[in-house]
């Protein structure tokens, strides 16, 4: 008997959250902080009781004045250094390095590449040089990518996968699978 | 006539559906659900091994109402499963010489009413009998093959159910408070809410809760102990252990049910406990499991699976108490059974109908009344 | 090759399993590991089916891994009706299938030996979860002689089968895994002289006429040594029970609660499935669904009947991003399959939660996991006699307590799931509350302790203002007590 | 789809006891006890649930829907306070022999 292909509900009551919805919620950070630093993309939309990422933050710009509140990013005080990121219990944080290619990297081609951090708790872990397929919220194929670099957290445990991807997907991924070694 | 049962035991709903059965307008009353208190914890053995013949007499009668009425459930309520089982060996135990003693001169009261009694060795018993026991765990062995096992809820519900289908009432829940009385009747039962229920007659049935109710009316009748028991239920197995085991010494007694089950109760017959709750006890359940695993080392590994406490009411003379009130003419008590209410509950309450509705006294009551010595 | 479904690589977990220990099963060798139970042995060789059912003939396999719900008795070592998802194993362990209900009496290659012990402390805490673990170490804090029961051989509740971080504030242990959390906690109870932990030991019941509390702790599948302890105050922090669901097939092997599937999964590390289907899109549907993906298992879709998942958003996103369908209003038909799961039908619903002609879809798959809520366990307390109500914002039956926790049973605490449904973290902050209050009645402990105490409630306070617990905070109000002197 | 084996819907797993089962029980029981007579405890002892190896465990829950639910068809309102049914000890099934004592004397 064929089977259907079982397709999700594309909405936000169903764990959908779009780029959109980002916006809408002010967690696209702006072009100002990013030539600045790295920064995070918090998909953090509902009053959690969770304060994990205001409480590692070196320079407290993660605000919430009390611990149901949303996180409220203070863009100049943030320095990027993902700690967030590796703290968070819902891995909701990327860390965008979005003028990676042109400010670090320096390679032929790269120059509108971004560095986008993924926090990663699935196997197999990607290493360094793997190629990746690279999927959007809504677990959407945007590309493949490669993987620049992984790290694990040593206070968290949670792997850091850094891809390198065009700086239009920088907002839209949220997940990578390892395509090839 | 209207008459108003208080309790729904074996015996309230015995009295009720027999009265309804002759055209009486019947209505129980149940401080908790139907079939609460010692009913839903005993065994629902038909047991001949009575220690009075006036009781074993009466245990051989329930026998025949019962088939009776197993065929009535069957035929005319359409009730599958009927409350009968199959006819059994009881095996009564004695772990001394002394107890072996004793359990001859019960055995004697057996003989005298026609009962075949087997005065068997644990030789015997292992052989023909119980192939789990050990032989060398106790005395002796008296065995009679009078016995009935029976499942107690088709019992009580279905004897509910042939009383509704004559038009009789049933009210659960509803705890009686007290009484409106005057001109040496009652002429209501009072409920907790001040509903009151009227009736032209008023039977007490209410097992260990009836003494409550006559020191709430003020009557002087023969006072009861009530007293603890305890009891248990295993895991089901395969069906093969027949007998009924009791042991008299130790208040035990044990039988695989018509469900698969080992049950066992145990009496406690020293203390008069003056709380009603049913509460378990660590006690009795050592004692159910010393005795089991006594007899029957294996049977250490079989699964306890629920347990329970109960309240039971105990005579001094150890008959029942069934008769009219002096008091309140239109009263009737029916309770005391000691742990026998099952073995002769049938018998004792087509009778008492019979006293109630038609107004004749049963002679053989007259042993029974309530303001005896 | 004989089959393997143990898990080898997985991105959070590792497991001590112990030593290769060899057993029969049905007269055929399976080799096992020490740490496992039977159950979690024959289930990683993929045996499936445990038992076969009384009447209906029909095969049975483990349902709740936990001992509670039946599926997986077997006749070991000549005893039958043996809680085998609950019994480790043993190195030459015959192992039998049994129709429990045609099952001859016992057998046993040897007798059973117990040893009876006669306790008394403090207090005395049923279930060693994050809220019985957190209540043990405020009461030690404060000097009291503490002893705290569980079940499991591995205490840690719920949280030894959790492979995520936890959300709340670091007062909770937020940001840390829930395996870890319990750990922490246990670390912190053994350190701890003046607490006794029992592992294994079930609470039988409470014996009112003796004032005792009967525990039975399981030390081999024939010794077991009988706990009788009085305590002056008891907490009961025994967690929650998992609901069910009556559809067509939902006997079948393969068709069990999320706990079961966590049990194998993380507590074992045993793949109870490759494919399966989650019902419940709920915080425990979600978070199943991704240790699944974490364990290597294909989940093909998690289904609610609700127009809205009961998750978290961020729960939810990790499985919508990895392709996992969510499908709301979806709810299941049937489960098909010979012996086995090996499909499901599942159908869409409209708002009033009637089927849409036409939208049945089948799904193969080879396991259907439960995760449609969570029930208060209150038997204990009512062992106790405390006063219960049914409260539908707190998921079941429930006691009526105080604010600090005692309920309408004098020196008798609730804390955690056991008082209505809600989290970890509030169970550990339940926890301290219970633990602080038993001691202090007991005129142990300081100023400390009252300061422990209150920041508790107050960060109780402060977590319940999250709109998914204003429910709660109501549902608590309908059996909230005044305080007791 | 094609035909396939429509296996029943168990409601108590213990004593094989189907959905379809638990109604005709219900129903055994109105017709048996009336309304005024009904309550869980007659459910229980009319269906056999709650009284195998689980206790309850399992099928109480889905009892107690079914109860409700049969119940309004009847046009009866039942709160669930009403549905309390106290379980017994042992919480979980235990070997008798635990709590046997060595000596027939002590008990």
Known sequence: MSEEVLEGTDTIEAGYVTVEDLKRNDRIPPLKALERAPMPVIDCLEDIPCTPCRDVCPTKAIVMKNMIDRPEIDWDKCTGCTLCAQACPGLAINIVNYFFGKKSLRKPGYEDYSLVMIPYELTPIPRKGDVVDVYDRGGKLVGEAEVFSVIKSPKFGTVLVNILVPQGWAFEIKHVEVRRR | MKVLVIGSGTIGTSVSQELADKGVDVEIYDAKYLGYGATSRSLSVFSVQQRDRRLVKLALESVELAKELDRRLKEEANFPIGIFGERCPHVSVAFTERDYEILRDYSEVWRSEGIDVKDVSPGEVKEELLPWVDENSFYRALVTYDDYKAFTFPFTLGRVGLMRMKGGKVYKYREIKDFDTGGGRIKAAVMEDGHKADADVFVVAGGAKSREIAKKLDDPVKPIRVTTAGGFCTEPYKYLFKPVITVESKGYRLTQTLRNEFAAVVYDMGIDNPSYDIEESLRLLERIATVTVKLFPSFAYINVLRQWGAYLDYTDDGLPIVGWSRKYENLYYIYGFNNYGFSIGTAVAARAAVEIADGRRDQFLEDFRPYRE | ?485 | MSEKKLHPAIICRCLDRTQEDMIGAFHMMIDFLGIDGADINAFRRFSWGTTGFCQGRGCLALMQRIYVNEMRKLDVRISPDELKYKARSPAQPVPLGIFAKNNLEEV
């Open chain 3, 1 to 485: 090759m004989s089959v393997d479904r143990r898990i080898w690589e997985h991105p959070v977990l590792t497991w001590d399993r112990g030593e290769p220990v060899k057993f029969t099963f049905d007269g055929k060798g399976v080799v096992a590991y020490k740490n496992e139970t039977i159950a979690a042995a024959l289930y990683a060789a993929g045996i499936m089916s445990f038992t076969q059912s009384s009447i209906l003939h029909r095969p049975r396999g483990p349902f709740c891994m936990i001992g509670k719900c039946s599926q997986c008795l077997m006749r070991v070592n000549g005893i039958p009706h043996v809680r085998t998802c609950i019994t480790p194993v043993e190195e030459g362990m015959v192992v039998e299938t049994e129709n429990p209900h045609e099952s001859e009496f016992p057998t046993p290659v040897s007798s059973l030996e117990v040893e009876r012990k006669t306790l008394s402390y403090d207090v005395i805490i049923v279930g060693a979860g994050p809220a019985g673990l957190s209540a043990a170490i405020s009461a030690a804090k404060a000097g009291a002689k503490v002893a705290v029961l569980d079940q499991s051989p591995y205490p840690g509740g719920q949280l030894v089968k959790q492979t995520h971080k936890f959300f709340g504030t670091k007062e909770s242990h937020a940001g840390t895994r829930g395996v870890d959390i319990a750990d922490v906690l246990l670390s912190e109870v053994r350190d701890h002289e003046n607490v006794d932990l029992y592992p294994m030991a079930q609470a039988v019941g409470y014996y009112a006429p003796e004032g005792m509390l009967t525990a039975v702790r399981t030390d081999g599948v024939n010794r077991y040594t009988l706990l009788m302890m009085k305590g002056r105050r008891y907490i009961v922090a025994t967690g929650a029970m998992e609901r069910t669901l009556a559809f067509p097939g939902n006997d079948l092997p393969g068709v069990m609660g999320a706990g079961a599937a966590q049990t194998l999964m993380n507590v074992f590390g045993i793949r109870p499935a490759d494919e399966v289907l989650i019902i419940g899109a709920g915080n425990v549907g979600v978070i199943i669904a991704y240790q699944a993906a974490q364990a290597g298992i294909k989940v093909k879709a998690v289904i609610d009947i609700l127009p809205k998942t009961g998750a978290y958003l961020v729960h939810a996103a990790k499985i919508r991003r990895m392709r996992m369908p969510i499908l709301l209003r979806h709810t299941i038909k049937a489960v098909y399959g010979d012996g086995k799961v090996e499909s499901a039908e599942i159908y869409e619903v409209d708002e009033n939660f009637r089927p849409v002609p036409g939208s049945e879809k089948e799904i193969r798959v080879d396991g259907i996991w439960l995760a449609v809520g969570l029930t208060p366990s209150v038997e204990m307390l009512e062992k106790f006699g405390a006063r219960m109500k049914f409260v539908p914002e707190l998921g079941g039956y429930v006691p009526y307590r105080t604010q600090y926790l005692e309920t309408s049973a004098p020196g008798v605490y609730v804390a955690g799931d056991a008082s209505g449904i809600e989290e970890a973290s509030t169970a550990i902050m339940e926890g301290r509350i219970a633990g602080t209050s038993a001691a202090s009645s007991l005129g142990l402990g300081g100023d400390e302790l009252e300061e422990e105490r209150r920041q508790a409630m107050e960060w109780l306070d402060l977590f319940r203002e999250s709109p998914d617990y204003k429910r709660i905070k109501q549902g608590i109000q309908k059996v909230l007590m005044g305080e007791r002197v």
